[in-house]
């Protein structure tokens, strides 16, 4: 069974850094790309950054470009997104993803919260 | 980065036809978009509907179905149920990433 799993999450001030985890589980994981993808209480759905199978290559959206990093350790069939200088707009629930067969596999999410 | 655009509200009576869409601020949607739905209820992660413009998965109930319709990807609902009721979202790729409609949520009332 495919699993992602979110980790990392909290509560941080603005200015702040955050690394989220995502450990995947059933499938093999160094053959998909992984995306990043979040949605603020009661908002929609925003793309925030991909990585390519072996690591070599990512993309960001415009609002976080230079601020977070996205990386992967496939020995360890785990996802990372390294958050800094936090914005309070960047407060929203995080979520790792992967495309398989037509199918977005989501996990459960785990929630940044960025307020002094 | 592109905008992708849905209509923000839509309501459906039981039983009848709605039609969501979703386009791009690039021009038109077109099957190298690979435009996906999903459907999202309070709570609940995102699920997929349709695929690649128009392809179903076996949980996709067949009152929904998915085409190009006037430049953009259309998510058609025919004879719309009250279990429908939710967030629908339209996904389409670029070179540059994904990007996300803002959503549509649909009333059956």
């Known amino acids: 069974e495919v699993q992602l799993v979110e980790s990392g999450g909290g509560l941080v001030q603005p200015g702040g850094s955050l690394r989220l985890s995502c450990a995947a589980s059933?499938?093999?994981?160094?053959?998909?790309?992984m995306h990043w993808v979040r949605q603020a209480p009661g908002k929609g759905l925003v793309w925030v950054s991909r990585?390519?199978?072996?690591?070599?290559?990512?993309s960001y959206a415009d609002s976080v470009k230079g601020r977070f990093t996205i990386s992967r350790d496939n020995a360890k069939n785990t996802l990372y997104l390294q958050m800094n200088s936090l914005r309070t707009e960047d407060t929203a629930v995080y979520y790792c993803?992967?495309?398989?067969?037509?199918?977005?596999?989501w996990g459960q999410g785990t929630l940044v919260t960025v307020s002094s | 980065q592109a905008v992708v655009t849905q209509e923000p509200s839509l309501t459906v009576s039981p039983g009848e036809t709605v039609t969501l869409t979703c386009g791009s601020s690039?021009?038109?949607?077109?099957?190298?978009?690979?435009p996906y739905w999903f459907q999202q209820k309070p709570g609940q992660a995102p699920r997929t509907l349709i695929y690649?413009?128009?392809n179903k998965h076996s949980w996709t109930p067949a009152r929904f179905s998915g085409s190009l319709l006037g430049g953009k990807a259309a998510l058609t609902l025919s004879g719309a149920q009250p279990e429908d009721e939710a967030e629908y979202y339209c996904?389409?790729?670029?070179?540059?990433?994904?990007?996300f409609g803002g959503g549509t949520k649909l009333t059956v009332l």
């Open positions: 993803v992967f495309q398989s067969n037509g199918v977005c596999h």
């Open positions: 059933g499938f093999t994981f160094s053959s998909y790309w």
């Open positions: 990585i390519n199978r072996d690591g070599s290559s990512t």
């Open positions: 690039t021009g038109a949607v077109t099957s190298g978009h690979y």
């Open positions: 690649d413009t128009s």
């Open positions: 996904l389409l790729s670029y070179s540059g990433g994904w990007v």
